[in-house]
């Protein structure tokens, strides 16, 4: 089992200072990186002081000058808001820049809010086919010459410059939900990053079985799979239950923005009361605290045991979740020092 921190800016007021945040960002990632994890991944999202990673690359190639050893992952490009010649270039050259460290996730997008600002009119539907013409475009336009007509895209002979370090290109990883996501990822070679956000066990094995299926069906090499969910290491039982308060919070803003309902000023969402992050059952604290991976250190290690067993290849620290750097960095610090020792 190799282990990832999946990490994003998120500013929960207008108090908090860009640039001090950042440096809160850069902090964990040395952490990772000092404790032994082999990647980071941080993502793409637009106008959302909620998610604050407006191009992955950037802050990738910045992470390479204060880290040493992790792999550099995007987690994840949002395909749709890309042409594909644009993405391969950018990606090679961020590869270029880190000496070979990037690795590539890439995902259809989820929010409805950045489709309606970036790509107006564009649905679900369309966006995951966006992504499924412009994946495999990538490996392509790597090696060099590749012409193209599709649905989304045309162009004649066209060749990444630069090229990336990596024989072949950076590793490709899809972030997989419903079936033809996990056929699509293995029928092509791709890794599979899978992520049940707040739902448990049932949803996690319900992933895996997605992924044996696609995987039989093709009869092809067994490619990785990653999962990634929120994650806390608690000091003890009133520990764990703080977390679970915040995870409850972070969860009812995460539905409030996925809704897309709600009045958003300055990029921040209009708050919610009390009133109705408690009429939100399925998030409720005790939903937390039984479906998340948080927990004391032993009650952590049950639990990515049983993913462990379940065969996943990976397993990425979510830590995004509206609570205070020190408590980020207090959970960090105990999953290195006394989880992680414990799948050496």
């Known amino acids: 089992m190799d282990f990832s921190l999946f990490a994003h800016m998120e500013r929960r007021d207008a108090g908090q200072a860009h640039d001090e945040m950042y440096g809160d960002f850069l902090d964990?990632?040395?952490?990772?990186?000092?404790?032994?994890?082999?990647?980071?991944?941080?993502?793409?999202?637009?106008?959302?002081?909620?998610?604050?990673?407006?191009?992955?690359?950037?802050?990738?190639?910045?992470?390479?000058?204060?880290?040493?050893?992790?792999?550099?992952?995007?987690?994840?490009?949002i395909a749709p808001f890309w042409h594909p010649i644009k993405l391969a270039g950018e990606a090679a050259a961020t590869d270029l820049m880190t000496g070979g460290r990037l690795e590539m996730g890439i995902a259809r997008g989820a929010y409805s809010f950045e489709y309606e600002r970036l790509r107006p009119g564009m649905d679900a539907w369309e966006a995951g086919q966006r992504m499924r013409e412009t994946a495999p475009l990538l490996r392509a336009l790597w090696n060099g010459d590749c012409a193209h007509e599709g649905e989304f895209f045309n162009f004649p002979a066209t060749t990444s410059a630069p090229k990336p370090v990596q024989a072949g290109g950076p590793p490709i990883w899809i972030a997989a939900r419903d079936p033809a996501s996990h056929d699509f990822a293995v029928a092509n070679d791709f890794n599979?990053?899978?992520?049940?956000?707040?739902?448990?066990?049932?949803?996690?094995?319900?992933?895996?079985?997605?992924?044996?299926?696609?995987?039989?069906?093709?009869?092809?090499?067994?490619?990785?799979?990653?999962?990634?969910h929120h994650?806390?290491?608690?000091?003890?039982?009133?520990?764990?239950?703080?977390?679970?308060?915040?995870?409850?919070?972070?969860?009812?803003?995460?539905?409030?923005?996925?809704?897309?309902?709600?009045?958003?000023?300055?990029?921040?969402?209009?708050?919610?009361?009390?009133?109705?992050?408690?009429a939100n059952p399925m998030m409720s604290p005790e939903a937390m605290r039984r479906d998340l991976t948080i927990g004391t250190a032993q009650e952590v290690i049950d639990r990515i045991k049983r993913y462990e067993d379940l065969?996943?290849?990976?397993?990425?620290?979510?830590?995004?979740?509206?609570?205070?750097?020190?408590?980020?960095?207090?959970?960090?610090?105990?999953?290195?020092?006394?989880?992680?020792?414990?799948?050496?």
């Open 28 to 77: 964990l990632c040395r952490m990772a990186d000092d404790g032994g994890m082999r990647a980071i991944w941080t993502g793409e999202h637009h106008g959302m002081e909620f998610t604050i990673a407006p191009n992955p690359f950037l802050s990738i190639v910045d992470l390479a000058h204060h880290t040493r050893n992790v792999k550099l992952g995007t987690g994840t490009v």
């Open 311 to 344: 065969g996943f290849d990976e397993f990425s620290f979510w830590i995004d979740s509206g609570m205070s750097n020190d408590r980020k960095r207090s959970s960090l610090a105990r999953f290195i020092d006394d989880v992680m020792p414990a799948f050496a």
């Open 192 to 228: 599979v990053q899978v992520t049940p956000l707040w739902q448990g066990i049932e949803e996690i094995e319900t992933l895996m079985g997605r992924f044996s299926d696609a995987v039989a069906n093709h009869g092809k090499p067994r490619p990785k799979i990653m999962l990634l």
């Open 231 to 278: 994650t806390y290491v608690a000091a003890d039982d009133d520990d764990t239950a703080r977390a679970a308060d915040e995870l409850n919070r972070f969860y009812c803003y995460f539905g409030a923005w996925f809704q897309n309902k709600r009045p958003v000023s300055q990029g921040q969402i209009a708050p919610l009361t009390d009133d109705e992050i408690a």
